[in-house]
């Protein structure tokens, strides 16, 4: 068990562009989220996925992301048209509903630096 | 009214204190509440989970729940400075969505 892995790390991009990200929860682990983090916060919600569907989503998420979790393994988060305000850590985390207590386990985070 | 409330600190101790984190929420829903603990530039680390009220020890860590008060803790015995970090609580009423607070930061001085 590697934990929750994120890739890439780091990310530079022009305002305007496209860009993905993508996140490997824990392998025996159905629920997914997604969080944004900038500086001198805590994780704001932005998405949740138990298994392939995807049952919540935060109000204040723009139309310009997009999350998916196709075959209920991995995650893709899509942010489309970036703006400088998207600049902030983003945030992948599992947990399992079976047998263990729900506790929620973190990658290392994508950095985003939108200039 | 945010639903998490927590003291962004900084908070600064020697080593060997003890170290008091606090949060508290609006929702009575809430009943699963978690500690993290987050080093500079890095995804957070659990340190404790507790479900519904009550207290919960891990080593150095208790976790304490009192949800008449709308009130978490959690207590760090024998600070080091390895432990100097941001603490950040979280709590949700289900799975689906998780609330934050803002973190603490913490410095345990040698």
């Known amino acids: 068990d590697t934990g929750v892995s994120q890739n890439p790390r780091h990310k530079i991009t022009k305002r305007g562009q496209n860009v993905t990200f993508r996140c490997d929860p824990i392998?025996?682990?159905?629920?997914l989220y997604w969080y944004r983090q900038t500086l001198g916060q805590g994780p704001e919600f932005l998405t949740y996925f138990q298994n392939e569907a995807q049952l919540e989503k935060s109000r204040l998420l723009s139309d310009r992301f997009s999350a998916e979790r196709p075959k209920g393994s991995f995650s893709t988060l899509e942010i489309q048209r970036t703006e400088q305000g998207d600049s902030a850590m983003y945030l992948c985390?599992?947990?399992?509903?079976?047998?263990?207590?729900?506790?929620?386990?973190f990658g290392p985070g994508t950095r985003l630096t939108v200039l | 009214q945010k639903e998490v409330e927590q003291d962004p600190g900084p908070l600064s101790v020697p080593e060997g204190a003890i170290v008091s984190l606090n949060c508290t929420y609006s929702n009575s829903a809430f009943q699963y509440f978690m500690w993290y603990r987050q080093y500079s530039r890095k995804g957070p680390e659990l340190l404790m989970y507790?479900?519904?009220?009550g207290n919960k020890e891990d080593g150095r860590f208790t976790a304490q729940v009192d949800k008449s008060s709308k009130y978490i803790s959690l207590f760090i015995r024998d600070s080091q400075p390895s432990d100097s970090a941001t603490y950040l609580c979280?709590?949700?009423?289900?799975?689906?969505?998780?609330?934050f607070g803002t973190g603490t930061s913490l410095t345990v001085i040698p």
């Open positions: 507790t479900y519904s009220s």
């Open positions: 392998s025996e682990h159905n629920r």
């Open positions: 979280a709590m949700s009423a289900t799975y689906n969505q998780f609330y």
């Open positions: 985390a599992s947990s399992s509903t079976s047998g263990g207590s729900g506790e929620q386990f």
